[in-house]
C-alpha cells in the first residue's frame, strides 16, 4: 500500500514504521495520523507480524501537531471535525508497539510515543507538551497518559510551563525503558523488537491487555483478568510447546496457535 507521510519496512516478524514528512520535523498532521493507524491497523491483522516498532529520524519522532491545520479553525469545526477520534484506535492494536524515539517528541509527537507499549530514546530526545505556549492544552490524551507515566506534580510542571525534559530526565521518571547513543537507539529498539516478536504472540497479546487493565481499573478487576486470561492459554498450542520445551530443555517453536 502506498502512503505519503509514512514508510513501512519490514525484518522478519517485525513490522516497522516511520513517520515521513521531514521538512517539518515529522509534524503530525491528519492524513498521516489516519496513514499510520490504518498501517498500524493492517499489521495486527497480519498473522506474520508479532511486534511493531514505530519512529521518526535523528532529528525528530515527531515535533507536534500541524499548527496550520488548526489555526483558524472554530470550536464548532474543531468538535464535528472530532481529530482525535482516530487515536482512539491505537489503543486497540494488540500487538506490542515500541517506540524509537530521537530528537523532538512533543505535543502531539509526545502523546503518540506514549500510546506505545515500550519507548526506547536517544540521548538527543527532548519530549514534552508545550501545548500552552499556543493558547491551547493536549487534546490526544497528554495530560491523562503523561500524569499516570511521571505522577502528579511532574506533569503539572511539564504540562503548566511547556518546557520539555531530556531523555534522562524521562528516564529517571519512568516515561521511557532506556536511554541510548543516537546512533544506536533505532539498532536497540529493533534488538528488543525481534526478541518480543520470538515469544508467543497469544500470551504477548493478552500481557498487553492485562498491564493496560491495571492502568485504568480497580486491583480487583485487574487480578480477575488476569486470571482469566491464564487459564485461557491452556487452550493454546504455544502453551502445550512452552511447557514441553522447558522439560525437555530445548528451545520452543511458537507458532502463534
Not at 498501517?39 to 516498532?53: T, Y
Not at 518546557?163 to 528516564?171: G, V, W, Y
Request: proline residues 4%; negative net charge; glycine residues 8%.
Amino acid at each position: 500500500m502506498g502512503y505519503d507521510y509514512i514508510k513501512v519496512e519490514r525484518e522478519g516478524a517485525v513490522g516497522v514504521i516511520a513517520l515521513n514528512r521531514p521538512e517539518v520535523l515529522n509534524a503530525l498532521n491528519l492524513q498521516l495520523i489516519d496513514e499510520l493507524v490504518t498501517e498500524l491497523e493492517r499489521m495486527d491483522r497480519d498473522d506474520s507480524i508479532r511486534a511493531i516498532v514505530l519512529t521518526g529520524n535523528e532529528r525528530a519522532f515527531a515535533a507536534g501537531a500541524d499548527i496550520g491545520e488548526m489555526a483558524d479553525e472554530a470550536a464548532i469545526s474543531m468538535l464535528l471535525k472530532d481529530q482525535f477520534a482516530v487515536w482512539d484506535r491505537i489503543a486497540g492494536i494488540s500487538k506490542p508497539i515500541l517506540a524509537a524515539v530521537s530528537g523532538f517528541a512533543l505535543g502531539g509527537g509526545c502523546e503518540l510515543m506514549m500510546n506505545c507499549d515500550i519507548i526506547i530514546a536517544s540521548e538527543t530526545a527532548k519530549i514534552g507538551q508545550p501545548e500552552i505556549k499556543l493558547g491551547v492544552m493536549p487534546g490526544a490524551g497528554g495530560t491523562q497518559r503523561l500524569t499516570k507515566a511521571v505522577g502528579k506534580v511532574k506533569a503539572m510542571e511539564m504540562l503548566l510551563t511547556g518546557e520539555p525534559i531530556s531523555a534522562d530526565e524521562a528516564l529517571r521518571y519512568g516515561l521511557v525503558n532506556k536511554v541510548v547513543p543516537v546512533e544506536m537507539y533505532f539498532h536497540e529498539t529493533m534488538k528488543l523488537a525481534r526478541k518480543i516478536a520470538e515469544q508467543p504472540p497469544i500470551a504477548a497479546r493478552l500481557i498487553k491487555k492485562s498491564v493496560l487493565k491495571a492502568i485504568d481499573n480497580p486491583l480487583s478487576e485487574g487480578l480477575d483478568y488476569e486470571r482469566n486470561c491464564f487459564y485461557l492459554l491452556f487452550a493454546s498450542e504455544d502453551q502445550k510447546e512452552g511447557m514441553r520445551a522447558f522439560i525437555e530443555k530445548r528451545r520452543p517453536k511458537f507458532s502463534g496457535r
